[in-house]
């Protein structure tokens, strides 16, 4: 994978210099199965998302005067849920994929993206894992929310 950079938005630059353990800068957004994640299946369909929102397949560098994001080839992975949501994210990777029983969270830093395109992200996901888990022929995406 060739290296690229990428500048931050107005609205991201403020984000990487606070950023600090007591103050992470993170969201998060999940979605609520009816049934309990199978963590090698997510990982399959985060694998295959992942190739297709090559914005989110980068890591926070800092330059002389400013940061910026630089393509990263660190692989996500999936991983439960053991430690409290939003906290601390790494820096070769900005968003953290974990489940938990019937839940699959997606923890984002703000410097990556705004609330519309983590939410596309998290839909794209759900939707390939759906795809996978239950064999369905036809690409269906889920557009509204479940009401329970």
């Known amino acids: 994978m060739s290296k690229y950079w990428y500048r931050l938005d107005n609205a991201a630059m403020i984000f990487p210099p606070i950023s600090d ?6 969201f998060c957004m999940s979605a ?15 694998n295959q998302v992942i190739k297709s929102e090559d914005t989110f397949r980068v ?7 400013w940061y910026y994001l630089e393509t990263s080839s660190v692989t996500p992975i999936v991983t439960k849920e053991n430690q409290a949501i939003c906290e601390q994210m790494p820096r070769d990777l900005l968003f953290r ?13 703000h410097a990556l993206s705004d609330g519309t395109v983590t939410l596309s992200f998290l839909k794209s996901l ?6 996978k888990k239950h064999k369905i022929k036809s690409k269906i995406l889920i557009d509204d929310t479940s009401i329970y």
């Open 97 to 109: 994929v974990t489940y938990y029983k019937k839940r699959i969270n997606l923890e984002v830093h």
């Open 21 to 26: 353990k007591f103050s992470p800068n993170t």
């Open 32 to 46: 609520t199965l009816k049934e309990k994640v199978d963590k090698e299946i997510l990982q399959q369909s985060l």
């Open 59 to 65: 890591r926070l560098k800092k330059g002389l005067f």
């Open 126 to 131: 759900v939707s390939n894992y759906l795809i």
